[in-house]
């Protein structure tokens, strides 16, 4: 289980990260018109109704997901791609450092990704990077990266960072994509919390009970009234927050049993023949999401978008 913030980076994240992601309106009025602004153009469409408008709808939605998961969708398909014995002599860990640097590259150069953007992907690589440190250590041992590469440090190949960046990069994109807003929004102390004491408990298990479904408990009470309104085509739609949770999440675990099946890396369990990811995974990823969800909220500065109930 991989999850993208470190305790000790959390609080970094926040302040580093504050002025990152405000600018996109303005950023795309500078632009010609791109593929961006086509996605992000709301007027009304009167003409649309009945089926025809729940079927168009539904298209754009794809459109969107699909460009939200531009950076994750062409990284995966690099891993997913490149083989085992790498190519040309160069490890396949390396290679797949080389591709995800030059997709953002590219997304910078294309204006597909703004430097706000790319900074707060940064620090969820960063944080993730961290964390596989300390889950692939010798003491921990919770997975492995069994392939050579000439760029890992601490046992743990420099790519593997991109993986939380990808989760980051689809959430922050999909905000600004579907301009969201939140309803309900529990008390942002509370909400900054629970996701500390939620990345606690994925270091504090190995030495004492696990808490999370306790946690987890507390997670839902406190999103249960919270409400995504989100903008597929030009009017507004709502879900509740927890069932996007749920549902980032189930899609993570489906690519980690891919990855795994690619022997990008290994849970103990899988060394000897590939068998699936234990479903209990996807509880992991969902309360990653929460944390990851929190720390785009913070660093979006969207607290006037936010309604949060008096107390």
């Given amino acids: 289980m991989r999850q993208t913030v470190a305790t000790e980076s959390l609080g970094c994240v926040f302040t580093c990260g504050a002025f990152a992601l405000t600018r996109p309106a303005a950023l795309l009025s500078k632009r010609p018109r791109s593929l961006d602004a086509y996605l992000l153009d709301s007027k009304p469409r009167p003409g ?6 729940a079927l168009i709808e539904f298209l754009w939605f794809g459109i969107k997901e699909a ?29 797949l450092l ?3 640097v030059a997709i953002q590259a590219w997304m910078v150069w294309a204006k597909l990704e703004t430097w706000d953007e790319l900074k707060a992907i940064t620090l969820f690589h960063v944080i993730g990077f961290a964390l596989e440190v300390f889950k692939t250590s010798e003491a921990i041992g919770s997975w492995s990266y069994p392939d050579f590469a000439y760029t890992k440090l601490f046992g743990v190949p420099l ?10 990069s689809y959430i922050i994109q999909s905000w600004r994509l579907f301009d969201i807003r939140i309803r309900h929004h529990p008390p942002y102390w509370m909400a900054g919390l629970v996701p500390l004491m939620l ?10 009970p696990d808490l999370r479904w306790y ?6 009470g406190l999103y249960a009234r919270t409400t995504v309104v989100f903008r597929p085509l030009d009017r507004d739609r709502t879900m509740p927050l927890l069932l996007g949770f749920l549902l980032i999440g189930f899609f993570i675990w489906l690519a980690e049993n891919i990855s795994t099946f690619f022997g990008i890396w290994r849970y103990p369990d899988q060394l000897g023949a590939w068998s699936k990811v234990h479903i209990g995974k996807w509880s992991s990823w969902s309360l990653l999401v929460v944390m990851t969800f929190t720390i785009v909220a913070n660093l979006k500065h ?7 109930p008096p107390a």
Avoid at 71 to 85: E, H, I
Avoid at 159 to 168: I, L, W
């Fill in 215 to 220: 946690l987890a408990a507390l997670a839902l």
């Fill in 48 to 53: 649309l109704s009945g089926i025809r408008r």
């Fill in 67 to 95: 460009r939200a998961c531009l950076f994750a969708g062409l990284f995966f398909l690099a891993v997913f791609g490149v083989p085992r014995t790498g190519i040309l002599g160069v490890p396949r860990y390396d290679l």
């Fill in 159 to 168: 790519f593997s960072g991109f993986m939380y960046a990808a989760v980051g």
């Fill in 199 to 208: 990345y606690a408990n994925f270091f504090t298990h190995h030495y004492i």
């Fill in 98 to 100: 080389l591709i995800a």
């Fill in 302 to 308: 969207i607290k006037e978008r936010v309604h949060v």
